[in-house]
């Protein structure tokens, strides 16, 4: 069944853009063996629709419970250790999402403050 034989129109004076192909349209314009046809497609794509937002649905409140996990994991880091990289992908109902927690210690900045500090004076002199 390509789509030209459901397309097909015997009335010219039709627009197939318009949005009139309500169920009066089809049975004034198919044959029955063509509604048929129609009916079987729509109550597929009506099943596969369903069933994909089933599975979206299911891949949303998966990936909210990881995602509360790692969250939680990455605060109870940040009470326990001062420098923590954490980075996780969850497959959500929209495709894909990655976190990224990052925390690291100031103490470094510190450091490396002062070596500069230092090596500045040491070379003005």
């Known amino acids: 069944m390509g789509q030209s034989d459901i397309v097909k129109v015997e009335n010219e004076n039709v627009n197939p853009f318009s949005f009139n192909f309500?169920?009066?349209?089809?049975?004034?314009?198919?044959?029955?063996?063509?509604?048929?046809?129609?009916?079987?497609?729509?109550?597929?794509?009506?099943?596969d629709l369903a069933q994909d937002v089933a599975e979206r649905t299911i891949?949303?409140?998966?990936?909210?419970?990881?995602?509360?996990?790692?969250?939680?994991?990455?605060?109870?880091?940040?009470?326990?250790?001062?420098?923590?990289?954490?980075?996780?992908?969850h497959e959500t109902a929209s495709g894909q999402t990655e976190i990224t927690v990052r925390r690291h210690?100031?103490?470094?900045?510190?450091?490396?403050?002062?070596?500069g500090l230092i090596l500045v004076m040491w070379l003005s002199r």
Do not use: C, Y
């Open 105 to 115: 210690s100031p103490v470094i900045w510190i450091v490396l403050g002062v070596v």
């Open 59 to 89: 891949r949303l409140q998966a990936s909210s419970v990881d995602m509360d996990v790692t969250l939680n994991k990455a605060h109870e880091l940040s009470r326990v250790r001062g420098d923590f990289l954490i980075r996780s992908t």
């Open 22 to 47: 309500g169920s009066e349209f089809i049975k004034e314009n198919l044959p029955v063996e063509k509604r048929t046809e129609l009916a079987v497609v729509a109550q597929n794509r009506r099943i």
